[in-house]
């Protein structure tokens, strides 16, 4: 039996087509903005995936239910409504929910079946939050339904919702967004006017004038107004991070560019340094191969001059008939010869160290007596120039075990330098012992009241074939090897040689190794 409340004809429906262009803008410009979020929650992880898919949730499910609500508020029935604010939120909130739901599926990338199943609940979702809006409506009329309008109505529904979650997974070029939020707007639309195509509105007898509310038309500007707002700060922020991540991986892309040349051209340049560093290696083998080689074809003839020439100045001094003249010759034969015989020597030795030829040979020695040999050595040359000489013993240590012929070879270069630049004066030699990095080490300082060295050569010094001014080697002469040569020797045996001078004031060298010296340590 009928309601005798009610009119018999139902209420003629219309649309208002300015109102229904502008649902259909909403849920367009939703699906764009949804399709940028899901992009960027895609590429981020952790808390910021999270971020966006909120995001997402809110721009596709707000926009889904803003359209809705705009589209109601298209329809004409001759009548005024309005809608119940408890079940208009409890639809908005129904749509972003369901629609979180299927985006949280884009960001777990899985496959097909979960898709269906994500789709199926998430346009039962949208569905309901239709029918609950549809609910919401406040009016002196009573609302009837056409059955498989309203099954038609959530298979569209589950369509679009599995088409929309299909487009999410896969938005990548503007073009392909435009074409997917098209598909979308026009899914969502078929859905939602398919819905309002099952509804009939049967007039309440006696009450076709409700209460009027605010005009649909403002109403509905006024949704749209917030929701483009939203849409719009919502696809500037997936933008702006979309360009800077961009900017970021090209920064990337370029930076590894840029390390993998250099990586190349470090490679290149280490071939090139190890191709080198093989060739000089070669050459001074070769080179120290050639020196020995020569060394010994000088030294069998030098022997011989200078064996020749000490036989010579024995016999001529043993003849009374010799003149001062012979002895002369024969002396500057046989100092020539030596002196010749020293500086192959010192060459030899020089090549020797730099190819890592050089051995020690550890011994026990006494200080003291090391130190007389070496003055021995150089007794005539500092009695040649009217030097006189003290020594001054201030080391605890006495016995050192070291390579006694390098350092002796060290000692008599520091004192003959010492004799031959000094003149009428003092040449010191000093020895005192110290404590050093646990051990005990041996300082022998060879002090002079020579011309001394001006500070600008201080850093040359000890370099090979280094002479001095041009004065100094016009007036003294020598090779330039023998501070060379001493500093690699005590260098080879663990200590240094330094030095310590100034213009007019006389120079110190002075000598630092370790009382013990270990046969590896030149190794």
Not at 180 to 200: F, P
Not at 247 to 260: D, F, I, K, T
Not at 329 to 357: F, R, V, W
Request: hydrophobic residues 50%; negative net charge; proline residues 3%.
């Amino acid at each position: 039996m009928s309601d005798p409340t009610l009119l018999a004809s139902p209420l003629i429906e219309s649309y208002q087509p300015e109102l229904v262009l502008l649902s259909l803008a909403t849920i367009f410009f939703a699906s764009i903005t949804a399709l940028s979020l899901a992009d960027r929650m895609r590429a981020s992880t952790g808390l910021v995936q999270y971020g966006w898919l909120a995001g997402s949730a809110v721009a596709l499910g707000g926009g889904i239910w803003a359209m809705h609500f705009i589209a109601m508020l298209a329809l004409d029935i001759g009548m005024s409504m309005r809608f119940r604010t408890g079940l208009t939120l409890l639809s908005m909130l129904v749509s972003i929910g369901v629609v979180g739901f299927g985006m949280a599926f884009v960001a777990s990338r899985n496959r097909l079946s979960p898709l269906l199943l994500a789709g199926l609940i998430t346009g039962l979702g949208v569905s309901a939050m239709h029918y609950t809006g549809m609910a919401a409506m406040d009016m002196s009329a009573q609302l009837q339904w056409h059955g498989p309008l309203v099954m038609l109505s959530v298979l569209i529904g589950i369509a679009a919702a599995t088409a929309a979650l299909w487009l999410a997974q896969k938005s990548k070029s503007l073009a392909f967004k435009l074409v997917a939020a098209t598909l979308m707007t026009i899914a969502v639309a078929g859905m939602h006017y398919t819905g309002m195509a099952a509804a009939s509105f049967i007039p309440i007898h006696g009450a076709l004038n409700a209460p009027e509310g605010m005009p649909p038309e403002l109403m509905a500007v006024t949704i749209a107004m917030a929701t483009f707002i939203i849409l719009f700060l919502a696809l500037l922020a997936a933008m702006v991070d979309e360009t800077l991540a961009n900017r970021a991986q090209a920064e990337a892309s370029r930076l590894r560019g840029m390390n993998e040349k250099l990586e190349g051209m470090v490679a290149e340049r280490t071939i090139e340094l190890l191709r080198a560093k093989l060739k000089a290696e070669r050459a001074s083998n070769a080179k120290t191969d050639f020196l020995a080689s020569m060394s010994h074809e000088l030294r069998t003839p030098l022997n011989a001059v200078i064996g020749y020439s000490e036989i010579l100045l024995e016999e001529a001094r043993e003849r009374e008939a010799a003149s001062d003249t012979e002895l002369d010759d024969l002396e500057k034969i046989h100092t020539a010869g030596k002196h010749i015989l020293a500086l192959i020597n010192d060459i030899l030795d020089l090549s020797k160290i730099e190819a890592g030829k050089m051995e020690i040979a550890v011994d026990r020695a006494d200080l003291q007596d090391l130190i007389n040999d070496s003055l021995a050595v150089c007794r005539r040359l500092l009695d040649e120039n009217n030097n006189r000489c003290i020594v001054e013993h201030g080391s605890a240590l006495m016995q050192l075990d070291t390579d006694v012929t390098k350092l002796r070879q060290a000692i008599i270069n520091l004192l003959s330098n010492a004799a031959k630049f000094t003149r009428d004066g003092t040449v010191t030699i000093a020895t005192r012992s110290f404590p050093h990095a646990d051990a005990d080490w041996i300082e022998i300082a060879v002090r002079d009241t020579g011309p001394g060295i001006a500070p600008e050569f201080h850093a040359d010094i000890f370099e090979d074939f280094h002479r001095g001014d041009s004065n100094t080697a016009r007036h003294h002469g020598g090779t330039g090897l023998g501070l060379a040569l001493s500093r690699r020797l005590i260098r080879l045996l663990g200590g240094d040689i330094t030095l310590s001078s100034s213009a007019g004031n006389g120079a110190t060298f002075t000598i630092a190794l370790p009382a013990k010296v270990s046969e590896k340590v030149g190794t």
